[in-house]
């Protein structure tokens, strides 16, 4: 859906420019009255995988957005085909923009973008494992200059260019150094400069830019961003401006997404962290400060109720793991840094403690901790060794590994790790199973093949059946097959493959009182079984198109059964009388993208993480049954101002 404001936001107006945009990833869009441009960068790099549009490009509109028409053709004068990586325009010159076409070179358009020139000139590195070439906007003086930073492959800055006369039939251009934004990258692994990397030029020195990455790599590992300056000779050009490059040593946060200037010349960084000002970005005696204000922007991708406490707990992108201060507060205490793990609770075992497991990216510094009514730590925090019992690989993580208490019997835990085969990259999966929180684990699928990998969080364990708990019960996600244990002893088979679409299962969730019940996504459809997953049947119903479905709970409302879904919209639920109607879940949850839910039974609320909207809690309704859904729930219908209440 496209939206236009012509009030700085207080109305908007929704454009409809038919299906032009399905599955484009628009990265830039810039208007000059009638006419739109919309640059979308779809790459088949291993983050922004290419989602079956046309595989990017420039789109215009002379007509406020009503239509629009491809300008990336490969006709002349026009754009090649492929992914614009970034576009921005001429500040003194409505008319002019530049535009990045990914593995081909840097463009410019004199009239709004209709015809376009290739001025890649000297420019080398542009070529078919060309990552995210970007572009550096103007200096606004009378000497203007144009800045490009090219990421290549393995997502690092591999080469800076500038040119001093980009409005120039035939532009020169002088490479710089690249600096240091990215810590050392190391066997697998990529640095991540397809997401985090800012440019921007100084808007009144023709020699001054901008550049950040995701973080140094040496303690306190701040957020890397740097000033370069195109007068002085190669090797000498850029400085943090950072840390010691500032009059009190202050930082920013990790991972730059953007820079740009304000009015008053100070350089604005938003990054995994929020938002920064930094004074006289020239010099090295400006200081940042944070401007986040009241902003309420947490990506909350995992979460976790704890019925003891009475608090969330959280594992957030790049801002650890973390955990509400009190009932309802919002002030949270961090327990772990770096990216957060997954998050877990047992408030079953013991009575008046609740026991928490939380870590960092891959597993890093994976604890156990023991908690009271008071939200205080009782004792020692440990850090359980999970030592492989019977001979099975050992545990390597996945970047968030799944960590997941039996339903009926808190001391018993499933972690879905992978492991990996010489040589590399022969990949297989491992579910481990601890019998003692994570003391010792046993490989359950030693030798699986590599579908026996994990997607999110599709791991149910512990139910019960006629009244009776079966702490053996074990549901998993292989690939596009569900792996099944019902009795001790007993091997896990696999199930009928469900009637998905998009193939990896990514969520399951079982009835709360019949095990046999169980309900399954891959993110696309939701199936359900009713005989231990030997039968499916599809009930996505009317929620079919509102994105991706991440997780799936299933709760009683005052004796009514339902099922709730997380989309990349919010929460819709369908009572179980009705399982293929779908409406959206309470009020107040902003229209979002929902990574995850958790229903806990004993305070009867569900848990929420969303992306960039923080946490939010939802009380289940006892009093009252909300109405089941008479008319079918479309995307024109779909409530699109619901208020924010996020805690």
């Given at each position: 859906?496209?939206?236009?404001t ?5 109305n ?10 399905a599955?484009?990833?628009?990265r ?9 441009l ?11 995988v ?18 629009f ?20 325009a001429d500040?003194?010159v409505?008319?002019?923009?530049y ?8 463009f410019r358009?004199?009239d ?5 020139t ?8 542009f070529?078919?494992t060309?990552?995210r070439?970007r572009?550096g906007a ?6 203007q ?11 690092t ?10 409005t120039?039939?035939?532009?020169t ?16 692994d990529?640095?991540?400069?397809a ?12 020699n001054?830019v ?9 303690p ?8 370069g300056d ?9 400085t ?11 930082t920013?946060h ?9 009015a008053?010349?100070?350089l604005?960084?938003c990054?995994?962290g929020g ?10 005696a ?12 947490f ?11 009475k608090?969330l707990?959280?594992?957030a ?7 509400q ?12 840094g ?41 004792g ?41 085969a010489?040589p ?15 003391d010792t ?18 791991i ?6 006629a009244?009776v708990?079966?702490a053996?019960?074990?549901?998993y ?7 099944v244990?019902?009795?001790a002893?007993?091997?896990l088979?696999d199930?009928?493959?469900p ?6 299962v990514?969520?399951?969730?079982l ?16 199936v359900?079984s ?8 599809d009930?996505?119903?009317n929620?079919?198109?509102?994105g ?7 709760f ?11 989309t ?6 369908a ?5 293929t109607?779908w ?21 009867k609320?569900?848990?929420?993480g969303t ?26 219908n ?5 208020p924010?209440?996020?805690?």
């Amino acid at each position: 859906m496209w939206l236009r404001t012509t009030d700085g936001g207080t109305n908007w107006t929704a454009l409809n420019p038919g299906n032009m945009f399905a599955n484009e990833d628009i990265r830039s869009v810039a208007a000059r009255g009638a006419i739109i441009l919309a640059a979308s960068h779809n790459s088949p790099d291993n983050v922004d995988v290419d989602r079956g549009g046309r595989g990017g490009g420039l789109f215009r509109s002379t007509d406020t957005g009503a239509t629009f028409t491809l300008i990336s053709d490969g006709t002349p004068n026009r754009l090649p085909s492929g992914s614009i990586t970034d576009l921005i325009a001429d500040p003194q010159v409505p008319t002019r923009f530049y535009a990045a076409v990914r593995t081909v070179g840097i463009f410019r358009s004199d009239d709004t973008g209709a015809t376009w020139t290739n001025i890649t000139g000297t420019i080398v590195g542009f070529d078919a494992t060309t990552l995210r070439p970007r572009i550096g906007a103007f200096n606004n003086g009378a000497n203007q200059a144009l800045y490009v930073g090219i990421i290549v492959a393995n997502g690092t800055l591999g080469s800076m260019w500038r040119s001093p006369n980009p409005t120039v039939a035939n532009p020169t251009w002088a490479q710089m150094d690249a600096p240091a934004i990215y810590p050392p990258v190391t066997g697998e692994d990529s640095a991540q400069g397809a997401i985090h990397f800012s440019i921007v030029a100084d808007p009144t020195n023709a020699n001054l830019v901008y550049v950040g990455g995701s973080s140094i790599s040496t303690p306190p590992f701040s957020g890397a961003l740097f000033r370069g300056d195109g007068s002085l000779p190669r090797g000498t050009q850029f400085t943090a401006i950072t840390d010691g490059n500032t009059g009190n040593n202050s930082t920013i946060h990790g991972d730059s997404r953007k820079t740009v200037f304000d009015a008053a010349g100070n350089l604005i960084e938003c990054d995994d962290g929020g938002v920064y000002r930094r004074s006289t970005p020239a010099t090295n005696a400006g200081i940042w400060t944070s401007v986040n204000g009241n902003l309420n922007c947490f990506e909350a991708h995992n979460v976790a109720y704890d019925s003891v406490a009475k608090v969330l707990m959280n594992g957030a992108q790049d801002n650890g793991t973390n955990i509400q201060t009190a009932t309802g507060s919002l002030n949270w205490t961090s327990l772990a840094g770096g990216d957060g793990g997954d998050v877990a609770i047992d408030d079953i075992s013991t009575n008046g403690q609740s026991i928490r497991y939380y870590s960092s990216q891959n597993l890093g510094g994976f604890s156990r901790a023991t908690y009271g009514t008071n939200n205080a730590l009782i004792g020692a925090v440990a850090f359980p060794t999970l030592t492989v019992q019977g001979g099975g690989p050992a545990l390597l993580p996945q970047f968030i590994t799944p960590v997941v208490v039996n339903k009926v019997n808190g001391a018993r835990l499933i972690i879905g790790g992978t492991g990996r085969a010489n040589p590399l990259p022969v990949v297989t999966g491992a579910a481990y199973e601890s019998l003692d929180r994570g003391d010792t684990i046993t490989a359950l699928t030693p030798n699986s093949p590599v579908n026996g990998l994990f997607s999110g969080n599709p791991i149910a364990y512990g139910g019960v059946r006629a009244g009776v708990p079966n702490a053996e019960l074990l549901y998993y996600g292989s690939g596009n097959t569900i792996k099944v244990r019902t009795v001790a002893g007993a091997a896990l088979a696999d199930t009928p493959k469900p009637p998905f679409t998009a193939g990896t299962v990514s969520s399951i969730v079982l009835d709360s009182n019949n095990w046999q019940r169980v309900f399954a996504t891959d993110g696309r459809n939701i199936v359900v079984s009713n005989d231990t997953g030997a039968n499916w049947t599809d009930i996505t119903g009317n929620l079919n198109g509102f994105g991706v479905i991440r997780k799936l709970e299933f709760f009683p409302i005052n004796g009514t059964d339902c099922l709730a879904a997380a989309t990349d919209r919010g929460v819709f639920f369908a009572l179980t009388t009705n399982l293929t109607m779908w409406n959206r879940l309470g009020t107040g949850l902003p229209n979002a993208v929902v990574y995850d839910m958790v229903y806990n039974a004993a305070d009867k609320v569900l848990a929420i993480g969303t992306l960039g909207r923080g946490a939010f809690l939802y009380n289940v309704p006892a009093a009252a049954v909300p109405p089941a859904p008479t008319v079918a729930l479309s995307l024109a219908n779909l409530d699109q101002n619901a208020p924010t209440i996020t805690i």
